[in-house]
């Protein structure tokens, strides 16, 4: 079945760094791609996505760019912000009925 | 536009008591999905409502778990009896037939 894998956390950066948050999937089929964000004691929020191949999808600053041969949609954003700071999940279309399939959440901390 | 509204925000129960959690979808949205997110872990679909009927529920644990959507719009999820395994957050989210999906912020659930 469809599944999901992304670096380990937690990840800790100074403001204005650069980030990249690395997930790769196995999949049958051409699943959509999806980044979502959980920041502290909130609900998950659709960060951005891409629905085939070379799509890049972007956001707040935040870009991934689903790549079908190397079966990756790394998060990437050129200077992250204490705001930032959450946990963020790969997610990718499981079925046909459209139902999600996450990755394990890589935490995020931007210090000052 | 309102979004998910889940409630309670949070329920604290001892092990073989019973628990319900009820959600609100965004208006006009038929897909309805209630995710398991243990600690550290990504969230895991239990089950999925097109309208009020049930399209997937292969991961909800029937002997215990139960779900129903009545009238195709709100929908509860109950636990009976309730496992110290469960304690997780719980939930839902809502989707346009199998587009973008819309999440809640979620049920924390302590069994004791």
């Known amino acids: 079945g469809n599944s999901v894998t992304q670096m380990e956390g937690p990840v800790t950066l100074s403001e204005e760094a650069f980030l990249t948050i690395n997930c790769t999937y196995t999949?049958?089929?051409?699943?959509?791609l999806f980044w979502y964000v959980q920041y502290p004691g909130e609900g998950l929020q659709l960060l951005l996505k891409?629905?085939?191949?070379?799509d890049k999808g972007s956001n707040k600053g935040f870009e991934a760019t689903y790549r079908k041969e190397t079966t990756s949609f790394h998060l990437e954003k050129g200077s992250v912000q204490v705001s930032d700071s959450a946990v963020y999940f790969c997610?990718?279309?499981?079925?046909?009925?459209?139902?999600?399939?996450f990755g394990k959440g890589t935490k995020l901390s931007v210090k000052p | 536009e309102a979004g998910v509204a889940q409630s309670p925000r949070y329920k604290i129960i001892e092990k073989r008591q019973s628990v319900a959690f009820w959600c609100n979808p965004i208006s006009g949205h038929a897909t309805l999905y209630w995710y398991q997110q243990i600690l550290g872990q990504g969230p895991k679909l239990l089950i999925q409502f097109q309208n009020n009927g049930v399209v997937d529920d292969s991961q909800l644990p029937k002997d215990r778990f139960s779900a129903e959507r009545l009238k195709g719009v709100d929908s509860t999820l109950k636990i009976q009896p309730a496992k110290l395994e469960d304690s997780a957050v719980y939930l839902c989210?809502?989707?346009?037939?199998?587009?973008?999906?819309?999440f809640g912020p979620g049920t924390r659930l302590t069994v004791l």
């Open positions: 891409a629905t085939k191949a070379d």
């Open positions: 997610a990718l279309t499981g079925g046909s009925q459209g139902n999600l399939i």
């Open positions: 999949a049958t089929g051409y699943p959509s």
């Open positions: 989210a809502s989707s346009l037939g199998s587009y973008t999906q819309y």
